[in-house]
């Protein structure tokens, strides 16, 4: 695992520029934390790392569910907040999203860790206070990160 301690906005989206650069085409990665944690931010800099205009464009779906963004790689973001049953995951298509060549992003992943696949990578958002955020990086494997 992996800590990291987050004192800004600004460094959340750095963090998520220098986090998405390390991955490679069918990565999923699952986002936990409670509301205000920074997983939208950090996925605001993860679409950054990607080419993509992301202070134009990505927002939380908590309403749409599934954003796309296209740069350098797809980056498809979930949100499971609102959904209750796996059903609903699975007439969305998510699976398929997930064995596809983009990245998949999934915010509330921990509600159905059941469909997550085998080599999600992690990340826990803890608040610490108004401005600090930690974060906690798990990967499926040590070297998964370092491969390429």
């Known amino acids: 695992m992996n800590k990291r301690e987050i004192p ?17 085409p069918g990565t999923v990665v699952a986002l936990v934390g409670p509301l205000g944690a920074g997983k939208t931010s950090f996925v605001t800099g993860m679409a950054k790392g990607f080419g993509i205009n992301a202070a ?19 980056l498809y973001h979930f949100d499971f907040y609102r959904i209750d049953q796996v059903a609903e995951i699975e007439r969305l298509g998510v699976v398929e999203y997930f ?31 108004a401005q600090t955020r930690v974060i906690y990086i798990t990967p499926p494997s040590p070297s998964y990160l370092k491969r390429g």
């Open 99 to 129: 064995e596809g060549q983009g990245i998949s992003v999934v915010e509330w992943a921990d509600k159905f860790p059941e469909i997550m696949p085998k080599q999600t990578i992690w990340i826990r958002f803890e608040i610490m206070n």
């Open 8 to 24: 800004s906005l600004e460094e959340m989206h750095a963090q998520g520029t220098t986090f998405a650069q390390s991955l490679q």
């Open 56 to 74: 134009a464009v990505v927002r939380s779906p908590t309403f749409t569910l599934i954003n796309e963004y296209h740069g350098r790689l797809p």
